[in-house]
């Protein structure tokens, strides 16, 4: 493993993504899409709590409390930890299933949808308003991450190899003019996860490359770095001063001799990239 990137849970999770920082717990949560799996680990003590969900969460928001929300099956759900459940709060009607997600700068929830067969433009993007989910993009094929300046006013949407950037209007959740700003090479590996950082530069996990880049607000490659395994799927910053950058993995697919040639997929890292994230807006709940 590269001295770069600490291993904190050897979990093989079979679609780890959507980690979310959670400062007051001082811990991250994350989730194994494919076995219904809700992670914290606890940065303190190393432990790495698991509770089984009745439900796939795919992305996660949290109030300042704990409380938590999440993209689920085919809508919005509530978390409650206590019993490990699902309430769900609304559906929605683009895609198979919820896919990723974040809270927005004005603490909405806004989560996307995917069709299992990755049918061409028919999935969208939703904000979570009390208990109604309003269409904020269509046309989406398949949803591969979502983060927003740490000004507000713009929003990023990978779909497919494309990062997309949408003028936004915090103040309503109203996304427009939306452009391609960075169209990645098949070599680069597939866009997923995104995180920004305080300059406002965009990180992404490149999932079956294993690299991850930082671009520049301009949209210009700035730093490649290498995961010790291909499957990155997904980033959050964390720690006291968001100095740190966790990073999620996949391992689904994989058979013994790719596992012995991959042995971290599916596990938990965590690296210092030198600067520090964007501080995220917590969920103002419903």
Not at 17 to 32: F, H, I, K
Not at 174 to 181: D, N, Q, S, V
Not at 246 to 266: I, L, N, R
């Amino acid at each position: 493993m590269s001295e770069d990137f600490e291993l904190l849970v050897d979990r093989q999770a079979l679609c780890g993504t959507g980690p979310l920082w959670m400062s007051a717990q001082n811990c991250v949560y994350w989730v194994d899409l494919l076995r219904r799996e809700l992670h914290t680990f606890y940065r303190d003590t190393g432990v790495d709590e698991v509770r089984v969900l009745p439900g796939k969460a795919t992305a996660l928001g949290a109030t300042r409390q704990g409380q938590l929300i999440a993209a689920a099956d085919g809508g919005f759900a509530r978390v409650h930890l206590g019993r490990s459940g699902l309430e769900p709060v609304v559906q929605v009607r683009n895609g198979d299933r919820m896919s990723i997600g974040g809270c927005d700068p004005a603490g909405r929830f806004v989560a996307c949808t995917a069709t299992r067969s990755a049918e061409l433009r028919a999935s969208g993007c939703y904000v979570l308003e009390g208990h109604r989910a309003r269409l904020l993009l269509d046309g989406l094929t398949a949803p591969g991450g979502v983060a927003w300046s740490p000004d507000g006013t713009r929003m990023y949407v990978v779909d497919l190899r494309t990062i997309w950037i949408y003028d936004y209007d915090a103040e309503r959740a109203r996304a427009h003019a939306g452009r391609k700003w960075v169209v990645c090479a098949e070599s680069d590996g597939s866009p997923e996860g995104i995180a920004v950082d305080s300059d406002g530069c965009v990180w992404a996990a490149m999932h079956w490359s294993g690299r991850i880049h930082r671009y520049s607000p301009a949209g210009d490659l700035e730093t490649v770095l290498w995961a010790p395994t291909r499957r990155v799927t997904g980033l959050a910053f964390g720690g006291s001063r968001l100095e740190e950058l966790y990073v999620t993995s996949a391992c689904f697919g994989y058979d013994e001799p790719a596992f012995t040639a991959d042995p971290y997929a599916g596990s938990l890292l965590r690296f210092h990239p030198g600067v520090t994230g964007a501080p995220l807006t917590p969920w103002q709940g419903i």
